[in-house]
């Protein structure tokens, strides 16, 4: 197969090979989590995760005043450890540039967020209602993430929120999509929040992902898009198998000289693009989508 991904560190997580934490001894359909097959071995490592997150964050101050220097590194183990535990393989395509930027990526599920964690050095883009959710609000809040009123009408106040986050250094990821998909190609691009990139004077760097099975085929299980709720969309997670997930990172755009709705235009053009071509490298020929650029079909909505 030609441009053959790079190999992911493959050194075994000691700590989940050295110690049997309390919650893996509570019972579910009357066994032990960790005797309860696939779902209880996923169960216990996802469990662990967060309490290891929780530990880290209160180790470093980030319940109160997240400090942003150092959380990249806190981040990225978190969201190492998360998809492992969860059986999913991240795999670039090709090496990452680390570069500070606007980074944009399709959306397919909440695990994107781990994914994308895992590769990329940005700080998270949000939906408000997220930092309500228990255990995980907390601990995105913890992250650094920046919580939006998407859809609120006030995309020019989170705009400036955003420019004045990137002008200070740090990058953020978010979704254009403003929604999840089943990863076959993308949606319409919402490109208000662009004018951060604008405004701050950084690239934009395109991204795209992608989740196969052991066939060589977009693992459908992955995905949490239109009336699947989190609960079904977690046990799909836990049921799948030999998961992988590819990262693409595109050709950044410079915005200088160039109109939101000309940013808009190209960001969707570079993102399906590279969508059709990280397909074309990583499943099986008969499997790729065909390709539908600038689909104008209506996007259920979102989760994430």
């Not at 998809?83 to 606007?102: D, F, N, S």
């Not at 929604?179 to 949606?187: D, E, S, V, Y």
């Not at 071509?277 to 994430?304: G, M, Y």
Request: glycine share 6%; net charge positive; proline share 8%.
């Amino acid at each position: 197969m030609p441009n053959q991904p790079l190999q992911q560190d493959t050194k075994k997580d000691k700590r989940h090979a050295t110690k049997t934490p309390f919650w893996a001894s509570l019972p579910l359909v009357g066994k032990p989590l960790y005797k309860n097959g696939k779902r209880g071995k996923k169960f216990v490592g996802m469990a662990d995760t967060l309490w290891d997150g929780y530990k880290a964050a209160t180790k470093i101050g980030a319940w109160t005043n997240p400090p942003r220097e150092i959380l990249p590194k806190y981040i990225k183990a978190f969201c190492t450890s998360m998809t492992k535990a969860m059986g999913i393989t991240v795999l670039p395509v090709e090496p990452i540039p680390q570069r500070h930027a606007l980074w944009a990526s399709n959306h397919t599920s909440w695990m994107d967020i781990m994914v994308m964690g895992v590769v990329s050095p940005a700080f998270f883009l949000s939906k408000a209602d997220v930092e309500q959710l228990p255990i995980f609000g907390r601990l995105a809040t913890a992250a650094g993430t920046l919580f939006i009123n998407r859809g609120s009408g006030d995309s020019t106040v989170v705009a400036e929120q955003m420019a004045k986050f990137l002008s200070q250094g740090y990058s953020i990821m978010f979704y254009p999509e403003a929604t999840t998909t089943n990863g076959k190609h993308i949606k319409r691009i919402y490109g208000k929040l662009l004018d951060s990139a604008m405004k701050a004077n950084v690239p934009i760097q395109p991204t795209v992902l992608c989740y196969v099975n052991e066939d060589g085929e977009l693992d459908d299980r992955i995905s949490w898009y239109g009336n699947m709720g989190m609960g079904e969309s977690l046990k799909n997670i836990m049921d799948a198998s030999n998961v992988t997930a590819y990262v693409l990172a595109l050709e950044p755009i410079d915005p200088t000289g160039k109109t939101r709705d000309q940013l808009t235009v190209l960001l969707r053009q570079r993102m399906e693009n590279g969508l059709h071509e990280l397909h074309k490298r990583v499943l099986r020929p008969d499997a790729v989508p065909p390709f539908t650029p600038l689909a104008n079909e209506d996007a259920p909505e979102s989760h994430v």
